[in-house]
């Protein structure tokens, strides 16, 4: 199963939990630090487990991405759809609309203020989390 970010809003920590496709975004998750349940999804920073779902290893590629310039909303908007195609079905409800805001030329800063439920989880330079999926 894959691992996904979260941001406690309690604590401010930010978890990875281990959920099945199925759980996601449905099975209540709960922070491991205070046991708080106030958790936001980091969109974009879901972390693969090595080994566990070879679908998902490929995401792990730094060239599965390709040329993402993660200053232009609209090559953010592929790369996530890209992903979106990868990971099938259980894509949050706000996926869609981030993407076609991206695809708008929307800036990612006012696309995450406008949706708070994100809980920040697209700062930190953007998209930049995805880099780090290498980094095991
Ligand atoms: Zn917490």
């Known amino acids: 199963?894959?691992?996904?970010e979260f941001r406690c809003q309690n604590c401010k920590n930010r978890v990875s939990i281990r959920q099945s496709y199925a759980e996601y975004g449905v099975a209540p998750v709960t922070c491991?630090?205070?046991g708080s349940q106030k958790?936001?999804?980091l969109i974009g920073r879901v972390?693969?487990?090595?080994?566990e779902d070879r679908r998902m290893e490929d995401m792990s590629d730094p060239s599965f991405f390709g040329d993402v310039d993660e200053s232009d909303p609209k090559s953010l908007a592929r790369a996530m759809k890209?992903?979106?195609?990868?990971?099938?079905?259980?894509l949050?409800?706000?996926f869609d609309e981030i993407t076609g805001r991206l695809e708008s030329g929307e800036d990612p800063e006012s696309i995450e203020q406008s949706m708070p439920d994100l809980g920040g989880g697209m700062d930190g330079g953007g998209m930049g989390g995805m880099g780090g999926m290498d980094d095991f």
């Open 1 to 4: 199963m894959p691992l996904y």
């Open 82 to 90: 890209k992903m979106g195609q990868e990971m099938g079905e259980d």
């Open 47 to 51: 972390r693969i487990a090595k080994g």
């Open 92 to 94: 949050p409800p706000e």
């Open 39 to 41: 958790l936001s999804r």
């Open 32 to 34: 491991p630090i205070c």
